[in-house]
């Protein structure tokens, strides 16, 4: 494993050679972990669990007493430098940048809040060395974005976990049952088929409750013969799958049938069309059409999908609004759909790795059409 961040590292280093400032503060806790080995979580987003500073010559993990032990067992003493601060990171700051020589410190402008800035730069000049700070966007996502075959072979692990327990749910459902309960026995069977924990929480939304694209599971109980969404997705080893399946309970009347056909066709021309090279927005523009075409125009409203890796939602996009190319190594989810106010909504989703002329499909989920049977 020592390898695989001192390359990483190298890595990283080359790209500072080519920024405007001498050191880089990362904050986003899956570029702590993607850079260091780091795994402490930040609890909220204005909890730290530490910070990486990064130069030419030096790399530092600062971090407080709560997560020092772990960082020390985490992380490569040959690669970082363990700081334990005492009254926040901006205090420590000083000492810090004063030993890595720094005079312009870049940062990620996605994570640093206006106040810890306005703090940072307060600290820095009062009782620092004279350190300009200069905003970032993606610097450590520009290699994330692209998966070396053991970050893909990580996720296939956590969606074979999502899947197993899918299949073992799919066969208990049975009208009455609550989305809030159903939701609850996708989790459990996650942490027990061996998942860290869940990619984010599940989604059960049946009837009316499945048009909205990101529901809340409630206590509306599933009904026969109507469409019952889910998107879940089980965590292994820091690596994320992400999954959706409309299912229906009883039988699938012919506008469900209609729905889930050009959903499911729409995925598939989709992922016919991705390959290295391709854009996200032309991608995006296969499925769209396709549903458009079929009567559904206006209905689906989302982007087509996004990157998976230690984040569930990150870079690549397949979007109207990502007009850049998609590149080999890369993990993207494809999931179209359909919502329909008042009826319900049908989503397909799958992972797939893009290769050179085409697309892995990860997902061994059959994506036919799926109904329980209710009789009895």
Known sequence: ??????????????????????????????????????????????????????????????????????????????????????????????????????????????????LVHQKTEQILKSDGPEVELIPSEAMVEHLRITKDEDEIEATRKALAIAETVFAKVFKTLKPGMTEKETAWEMDKAMHEAGADCVSFATICASGPNSALPHAIPTDRRLQVNEPVLFDW?????????????????????????????????????AIDAIRSGVTGKAVDEVARSHIDSNGFKDKFGHGLGHGTGLAVHEGPRLSRLYDKPLGTGMIVTVEPGIYLPGWGGVRIENQVVVRENGAEVLNTLDTALLACDVKG
């Open 233 to 269: 997705g089980a965590r292994l080893n820091g690596y994320c799958s992400d999954t959706t399946r409309t299912i229906v309970l009883g039988t699938p009347d012919d506008l469900f049938t209609k729905v889930y056909t050009t959903v499911r066709d729409a995925q598939r021309f």
């Open 1 to 114: 494993m020592r390898n695989l961040y001192i390359n990483r590292l190298t890595q990283f280093r080359k790209l500072l050679t080519q920024e405007e400032f001498d050191t880089f503060l990362v904050l986003i806790e899956e570029n702590r972990r993607y850079l260091s080995g780091f795994t402490g979580e930040d609890h909220s987003f204005d909890e730290s669990a530490g910070a990486l500073l990064i130069s030419a010559s030096n790399a530092v993990l600062a971090t407080d007493s709560r997560f020092e032990l772990q960082a020390r067992n985490e992380v490569e003493k040959q690669e970082f430098e363990i700081v334990k601060y005492e009254k926040g990171l901006e205090k420590t700051l000083p000492d810090i940048l004063t030993t890595m020589h720094t005079k312009r410190l870049g940062f990620e402008s996605a994570r640093l809040s206006y």
